[in-house]
């Protein structure tokens, strides 16, 4: 499983970006599709993740300005990004998990960088 992220850059306080992964290869049972962020000098954290029946979660710090969606058809997950701040500048790594009965596996993209600054 592949897992490709675009979207990221430089933008101003206030601003919005959009993120995007597409995944390829063998899809069956990946059940959780997400993203998470590694801020400098911080260790990754959970942003938003999505099922494939759209059950979401948000990490607090990012509730009511980030919205995570997902198309499974596309095999890609999107993240909707308002209001950034400059706390929010780090990398964004999107991530998916196979659920298959007792055996999970997570997969992670390479990262882009979000930078939130004026």
């Known amino acids: 499983v592949w897992l490709v992220e675009s979207g990221g850059g430089l933008v101003q306080p206030g601003g919005s970006l959009r993120l995007s992964c597409a995944a390829s290869g063998y899809m069956f049972g990946m059940s959780i599709m997400g993203w998470y962020r590694r801020a400098p000098g911080k260790q990754r954290e959970l942003v938003a993740t999505a099922t494939r029946g759209d059950r979401v979660n948000y990490a607090d710090s990012v509730k009511n300005r980030f919205t995570i969606s997902r198309d499974n058809a596309k095999n890609t997950v999107y993240l909707q990004m308002n209001s950034l701040k400059p706390e929010d500048t780090a990398v964004y790594y999107c991530?998916?998990?196979?659920?298959?009965?007792?055996?999970?596996?997570?997969?992670w993209g390479q990262g882009t960088q979000v930078t939130v600054s004026a």
């Open positions: 991530y998916a998990k196979r659920i298959l009965g007792r055996n999970e596996t997570d997969y």
